[in-house]
């Protein structure tokens, strides 16, 4: 299963034929709601929200079921609860009992898959289109009636167990990401990692799963988003028998306390086994709901868009000191979220001096705006991505439901490529004045420990150490 969203996955990068595309698109007065059709919306009576876009290209579809429950959801103690029910989705119900879902899905062509988040939890089919409603029907059966069995319970979590050894324990840079929330966020829920901790793992038990579907496994906290070769009218009596028996579950607190305002740097390493540094620099900064969340998306695109990028072209290309670099920034987040640097420094390197080269980085956009060509490209580019991902099904529909499972809405989608288009070159120099800070910085290298001795008899392995400074 697809776990937890890569948190630094690959940017975009805009090849010379999709340039010419986007151009002639920008020409002839083209925007996102041109290129794919509006979403037909159906309440429930039971309060799940319905969305059936028509794209009939090709006889496919996928039918995603998204949840408003991620790891912010979770309390102290029980990180990973999503993502272990997310899990325990596939083990079965009384009609379909244990590794029937699947099966049945792939006997029929399909393929399925779930993913869990900061912000929420999805499912997903990806069919023929004239097997939608078996997907609908599967969906709707485990929204209500998941079996939830201690054997079974026991057996998973040791799957995620080994699950978070490969992704965090195992992995050095992915261990860094998780110590850099865990300080930059102190108090929300964004300070643990949506696999868990260990020793939540642990302490889990059935009855806090069980708690945990039966408050957020309800229609009226989940959207149902079905993008392909449907006919709306046609499949909504289908969705409406199937769903609508579904009763109204609780209406869980989706509204969380702020993160109080950071007010000096924060900085740490991490000791663990790992061949070179790497080193990442987090700042604080808002979500979809501030217009300066735009012009961030820009600033991202600016500075690690490709290897014309700033970052690229000068750490990489020109001071060689880092083997990869870049920047992350998500606009789409239920809380504000982190805009975060990083560098895999050059083992020639020292790590001062891609802390210095970065720096140097922000504070260039902080004094002088990027140039017109500059920042075209950049718009291009983000336009150009988002374009490109309303072009699959798959896509669509995962921008419509993580929109409307963080609060934003679909309708954000639309709104996004407008926005984006308005932002000047004073608002990329006015966010990164703001927002790029010292006070508001966290920073955390990882160092490489020596080489230890080899020990025939011994097969202990290292555990990494998190150190902070005042």
Sequence with gaps: MVNSINIMSTSFITHPWRSCFLGAL??????????????????????????????????????????????????????????????????????????????????????????TSQDFTAYFENVAADRVGLALELEAD????????????????????????????DDPQGALVEALFAQAYMSHPYHWPVIGWFADLDAMSLEDLQRHYD?????????????????????????????????????????????????????????????????????????????????????????SNGKSSRLYQSLVYDQKNSLAVGAEYSVMQTDPGLFYFYSLVNPSAKVEAVEEALQREIVRLQTEPPSDQELQRAKNQVEAARVFEQDSNFR?????????????GWRQIDQFVERIRAVTAKDIQRVAKHYLSQDNRTIGVLVPLPPKPSDSNSSATHEGKVTTNP
């Design 142 to 169: 485990r929204m209500q009636g998941l079996t939830l069995d201690n054997g079974e319970f026991q057996t998973e979590r040791e799957v995620v167990k080994e699950e978070r050894r490969l992704r965090s324990e």
């Design 215 to 303: 408050t957020f496994y309800s229609p009226n906290n989940a959207t149902l988003v079905v993008v392909g070769d449907i006919k709306a009218e046609a499949l909504l009596p289908t969705i409406k028998h199937l769903f609508e028996p579904i009763p109204r579950g609780p209406s869980p607190k989706q509204t969380l306390t702020p993160e109080p305002e950071q007010r000096g740097e924060r900085r740490f390493f991490l000791k663990r086994d790992a061949q070179v540094p790497f080193v990442m620099m987090g700042f604080r900064v808002p979500n979809y709901s501030s217009e300066d969340s735009y012009a961030l998306d820009i600033l991202e695109s600016i500075l």
């Design 26 to 115: 920008l020409l002839f007065g083209y925007t996102s709601t041109s290129m794919g059709a509006e979403p037909n919306e159906y309440i429930l009576s039971n309060g799940m929200k319905v969305l059936l876009v028509e794209v009939p290209k090709a006889p496919v579809a996928t039918v995603q079921v998204w949840y408003k429950v991620g790891s912010r959801n979770e309390v102290m103690g029980r990180a990973g609860l999503s993502h272990m029910l997310e899990h325990m989705m596939f083990k079965g119900t009384t009609r379909y009992p244990k590794g029937s879902f699947s099966r049945i899905v792939r006997k029929n062509g399909g393929i399925d898959n779930a993913f």
């Design 396 to 408: 669509h529909a995962m921008l419509i439901g993580q929109a409307e499972s963080i609060g934003a």
